[in-house]
DNA sequence: GTAGCACGACTCCTCAGACAAGTAGACGAG
DNA sequence: CTCGTCTACTTGTCTGAGGAGTCGTGCTAC
């Protein structure tokens, strides 16, 4: 099935010799064949071939110094985390997001400043407003669920966070697109007593809250 | 303070655009300027800027088509993993194996099969084997501790564990080198009970056993 | 013999120009 | 209003040229 738009020269050189390095055609720090040699070879101008090789050289592959040659720096581009998530069954991502969301609750009620209650309160009320459109109250969870992260004071797990939550979207909106129950005022509270437990720094209350909801959240996406 | 081998143009050129995007100038979706009026602006010539569009291709920042343009398909270059967390501190790498290392522990203890545990058992014994040579026992008990985490049965933790290992490899190595304080006889009980508490299936207790000698490792870290 | 140096071959880096291939909007015919 | 055509503009590709850096070779001085 050949695609609409042909794809340019110069990626199907890259992807050419991603192929190659792959074979193990040149090992890890070797140095590949120069460009007026390896133009030809591959069929391509030599600009082409020097625009695959920026291209790698952007995912980590190659680097080229000038005056010695392009080297081998990886032998394989390094997986994206976005494919990793991709890949991985939904319950594997909300089970990672359990482990990091009650972990950074003990922290948060350990750490949270006056002004990260102030944002944790202001998510929750926007988290009330939005509970008749599916896809906004589903990004107001997300934002109140990233307020609590975030006054953990950990970038890690902040970060950790925030590659996860693409992939739950899709799957937190197809799911309470089935099943409509959302946004009820149990739901609610849960949520509102997770955040007085990090206000009276109540650690202990503050993960059981936090894996309770996540729990169920769990049991919702299997 | 200059580098001993000067930047190409086409990184600088690439870094510049970086620049302007993360700034805002262009926002997601829209189209950047034509290369011909690109790349005079920037004092590059056009084959030059058409180098550096290429590593921000690969990147997954921009993404060009013939006839069209030059679009940003990403507000910002998705960092590496292996630079944050060598930018974040060694206690907040440390907080985030705790998060995955306490769950996956209560997984494992759940969902361990025989041949985990046999996994586990040896991964303890090498362990008490390699209790001299500070290197070797660092590398036996990160072993270890992934055994346990492989016997969680989720690959989304093992590979967070695989991501942090790198990491803390180093700060843990450093950090015997000056108190000779390892491999002592409660630090390997305890990792007995731990592997204990995996083989009779009690969450509570194996978690709680992780935690504490993660916590004693945060200590001595900080 | 060995250390230091000059040189030359080779490499990547950058630019300019030319033409091909594709897109998208303007414009007019129906 | 709809549909084709046409045109200006865009990226894609190649070629040729010169600049700059690196590395190995062979010579020279000691």
Redesign the pocket.
Known sequence: MAQV??E?????AAELLLDRIRAGEWGLGEK????????PQL?????????A?RQLAGRGVLA???????FVTALDAPEDWDTVLRRAGIVAVIEARIAIETEAAALAAARRTPGDLRAIRRALAERAAHRSDIESHVDADTAFHRTIVAAAHNPVLLDLFDSFTPRLREAMIEMLRIRREFGDDADHDAHVEQADAIAARDEQAATAHSRAHLLTLREALA
Chains 1, 2 share one sequence.
């Open positions: 738009t042909r340019p020269l110069a990626d199907q590949l064949p120069g460009e007026t040699t390896l133009a069929g391509v101008g030599r600009s082409t071939l020097r625009e090789i080229s110094r000038q005056g010695a040659g392009v």
